[in-house]
C-alpha cells in the first residue's frame, strides 16, 4: 500500500552543527573505531572530548596487514617509492578527511579518458523526484525492455553513492538516505502475508502523473521481484551507506534524527531476534541478495553474513546511547564475538583446513566431536583440490549441516576484508589467492561474481534450469565490472594496490568499448554476457570509485572499518574446527 511521501525535517538538527568543525563532529563517531567492542557496554557516549588516535590519523602502512616473510616479495611496501609513486599530504575531495591517513599521489594518475565519459553517464542515469536527485537507474539501456532495469535499486545505489561521495556532492546521497527511509515505513503486504517492519525496498522508481502533475514513489520489496524474494541485503547496504555519508562528510545530524535511529533499529530487530537457530550467522532464502536468482545460496551465504557483520559495526558507530540504543548495543556485541568466531572457524578454508576436511570422520556425536557439521569428506569437489594455493585462502560460500559450499564468492570475501570479519592474516591470504588464481578470477574482465561455474546436471538441479544462469553466464561464474571497486578496497587495505591497478587497466581496455555492460560471459569473462544490459550504472560508477580510491587511499575510511583486537583468536596459522 503506498503512503504519501513526507520529507523528513533535518533543519533543526542541521542548525545545531552550522558553527561546529568537521573535527567536532567526528568525535562521537570516530572514538569507537578503535575500542573493542566489549568496552562499549561500559563506557558512556561523550559529546566533547579530545579525540584519540583514530582510523583518521593513521597512515596507510599500520593499516596494512602484517606480512609474513614469505609474502616479502609479492607485496609492495606502502613507505616505499614504488607504491603511488610520490607521497604528499591528504587531501579529500570534499575538504574533510573521510578516512585513513595516507598518501595521495600527485604523479602517475593522469585521468584516462574514460573518466569523463563515465561521469557524463552517470549524471545521466540520475532520477529526480519533486526537483531533487534520490537515486541513479539501474541501466540506460533502451534496447531491451526495461523490465526493472529503470529502477533505483539499495544494492546498485552504493557504487554510484560512494562516487558521489567521494566527488564532494553528499546532498543527493542524503537525499536517497531520507526517501528510502519512508519507504521502509510502509505497509508491506504479498499475497495477504504481511513482511517485517524493518524490510527495506529492494528498488524503487518515481511515477510521474502528468493529468495531476505530482510524482510518486513506488517501491519494490520483493512482491514483483523474480521468485518473490525480499532483499536481506538491502537494510544491510542501507547502514553501510549511512556511515559512509557520516565519515564522509563529518556531519552526524543525518545518522543522529530520530527517523534514522529508528530504521537502524527496526532493520537490526529483524535480523537480531532470537529463534530455533543454534548458530549466530543469518539463515537466507535463495536470490535474497545480489545473486537474486536460484543458485544454491540458501541457508547461510557468506555474501549476508559479511555484510551482516559489516552493518552490525556500523550499527555500533551510529546508534545513540539512549535507552533504545544501549538495548542495541548490548546484543550487537554479544552478537559481533559469536559471528566472528563462527566464521573464522567455520568458514575458513586454506590448504590445511582442506587437508583436515578431506580425513574427517562423520557421525561423530557430543562436544568433543571434530567435523561438527558432519560433512562428508566424499563430498569435497575435485576443482577445490587444484583451486587452492600453496599460500592462500578464502571464506567459502556456504556452511550447514552436511553440506558446504566450497564456491569463491567475491563480495563477500572483499566485504569481509573491508570489515574486518577476516584477520589481518585471512585478509593477506585472500589477496594472495586472488593473485594465484588471476586467470581464473580476473582473466580479461574483473571480476568474477563466482567461481566455478555449475555445469550439466548439477546446474539443471541447483539452478532450476535457468537459461540466463547457464556456465560462465550472469551469476553463474560470470564477470561483473562493479566488483572493481570491492576489489581496489581490498587491496587498498591490504597495502597491495598493484592488484588493483592491474585490475584497472584491463577493465579500461574493454568497459568504454563495450558501452559498459552489466557482465560478461566465459571463462575468461572474454564476451560481453548474452542477456547483458548496456550502460549499465553500476559498471560505470564501480570504475569511478575504484579510480578514485587509488588516486587518494583515504576514500578508504568511509568503507572499511578497522580489527577490533579484542575478536581476534588464539591460533593465527590456521583456523580449525577444533577451536
Known sequence: MSTPDVDVDVNQNQNQHKNVKAEDILCPLAEYEECDFSKLLEKPRLLNIDRQRSLDER???????????????????????RFFEQLDSICSPVGRRSGF????????????????????????????????????IAALDNTEENLN?????????????????????????KNFILKTLR???????????????????ASFKVLHDPVRNNET???????????????????????????????????????ELPECQKGMRL???????????TFPTLLCADGCCMIDRRMGVYGYPIEIQALFFMALRCALLLLKQDDEGKEFIERI?????????????????????????????????????????????????????????????????????????????????????????????????????????WEELVGEMPLKVCYPAMETHEWRIITGCDPKNTRWSYHNGGSWPVLLWLLTAACVKTGRPQIARRAIEIAEARLL??????????????????????????????????????????????????????MKPILRRSYSWTL
Request: aromatic share 12%; proline share 5%.
Open 59 to 81: 597512515s596507510l602502512s599500520e593499516l596494512s596487514i602484517g606480512i609474513s616473510p614469505r609474502h616479502a616479495t609479492r607485496a609492495i611496501d606502502p613507505n616505499s617509492s
Open 101 to 136: 591517513s595516507t598518501p595521495r599521489s600527485q604523479i602517475g594518475f593522469d585521468p584516462h579518458p574514460m573518466v569523463a565519459e563515465a561521469w557524463e553517464a552517470l549524471r545521466r542515469s540520475l532520477v529526480y523526484f519533486r526537483g531533487q536527485p534520490v537515486g541513479t
Open 149 to 173: 532495469y529503470d529502477q533505483v535499486f539499495v544494492r546498485d545505489f552504493v557504487p554510484s553513492a560512494l562516487a558521489f561521495l567521494m566527488n564532494g556532492e553528499p546532498e543527493i546521497v
Open 183 to 201: 519507504l521502509q515505513s510502509w505497509e508491506k503486504k504479498i499475497d495477504r502475508f504481511q513482511l517485517g517492519e524493518g524490510v527495506m525496498p
Open 217 to 255: 514513489l513506488i517501491a519494490d520489496f520483493g512482491e514483483s521481484a523474480i521468485g518473490r524474494v525480499a532483499p536481506v541485503d538491502s537494510g544491510f547496504w542501507w547502514i553501510i551507506l549511512l556511515r559512509a555519508y557520516t565519515k564522509s562528510t563529518g556531519d552526524t545530524s543525518l545518522a
Open 267 to 277: 532493520i537490526l530487530s529483524l535480523c537480531l531476534s532470537e529463534g530455533f537457530d
Open 333 to 437: 556485541v554479544k552478537r559481533l564475538h559469536a559471528l566472528s568466531y563462527h566464521m573464522r572457524s567455520y568458514f575458513w578454508l586454506d590448504l590445511k583446513q582442506l587437508n583436515d576436511i578431506y580425513r574427517f570422520k562423520t557421525e561423530e556425536y557430543s562436544h568433543t566431536a571434530v567435523n561438527k557439521f558432519n560433512v562428508m569428506p566424499d563430498s569435497l569437489p575435485e576443482w577445490v583440490f587444484d583451486f587452492m594455493p600453496v599460500y592462500g585462502g578464502y571464506f567459502i560460500g556456504n556452511v550447514s549441516p552436511a553440506r558446504m559450499d566450497f564456491r569463491w564468492f567475491c563480495l563477500g570475501n572483499c566485504i569481509a576484508i573491508l570489515s574486518s570479519l577476516a584477520t589481518p592474516e585471512q585478509s593477506t591470504a585472500i589477496m594472495d589467492l586472488i593473485e594465484s588464481r
Open 513 to 566: 568499448k563495450d558501452h559498459w555492460p552489466e557482465y560478461y560471459d566465459g571463462k575468461l569473462g572474454r564476451y560481453i554476457g548474452k542477456q547483458s544490459r548496456k550502460a549499465q550504472t553500476w559498471s560505470i560508477a564501480g570504475y569511478l570509485v575504484a579510480k578514485m580510491m587509488l588516486e587518494d587511499p583515504s576514500h578508504l575510511g568511509m568503507i572499511a572499518i578497522e580489527e577490533d583486537k579484542q
